[in-house]
């Protein structure tokens, strides 16, 4: 089960949480975007005007953030989802490329010292 802190958060809702911040509680939205003690902060303040104008503020900010921004602001980069099948796609085509290059140094095509220059090459890719 993930936690809140590890869960990728939506650029919409944070927006609506933040927009609600203006009406009711101001804070919601920090506590969704793992940011606990400034929503501790605004709910202590809920009785000025301040966390209600700061709310309004940052649910405009998250509207007209593009979704790329948003990610590296709150979701650590991209989501992990497109970054593990970004590394499996490339794992799995380093893969066949040195299938291909065995071939050609059982074929003797290569020598054994060009197939293990190219091997480490390849394999630095991954890392």
């Known amino acids: ?13 944070a927006a609506i949480l933040a927009f609600s911040g203006t ?8 506590f969704y975007l793992g ?10 303040l809920s009785w000025t005007p301040i966390p209600r104008v700061a709310s309004a503020i940052e649910g405009v ?18 989501s992990m989802i497109k970054d593990s099948s970004q590394v499996q796609n490339q794992v799995e085509s380093i893969a066949n490329a040195l299938r291909e290059l065995d071939a050609l ?5 290569i020598s054994e010292y ?7 090459q390849m394999l630095d890719q991954i890392s």
């Open 1 to 13: 089960m993930r936690t809140m802190l590890t869960k990728r958060k939506s650029r919409s809702i």
């Open 23 to 30: 009406l009711k509680i101001a804070g919601l939205h920090k």
């Open 35 to 44: 940011q606990p003690l400034w929503g501790i902060l605004y709910v202590l």
């Open 61 to 78: 900010w998250y509207l007209a953030q593009d979704e790329e921004s948003f990610n590296r602001n709150f979701n650590f980069g991209q």
């Open 105 to 109: 140094r059982q074929e003797g095509l």
């Open 114 to 120: 060009e197939f293990e220059q190219k091997r480490r």
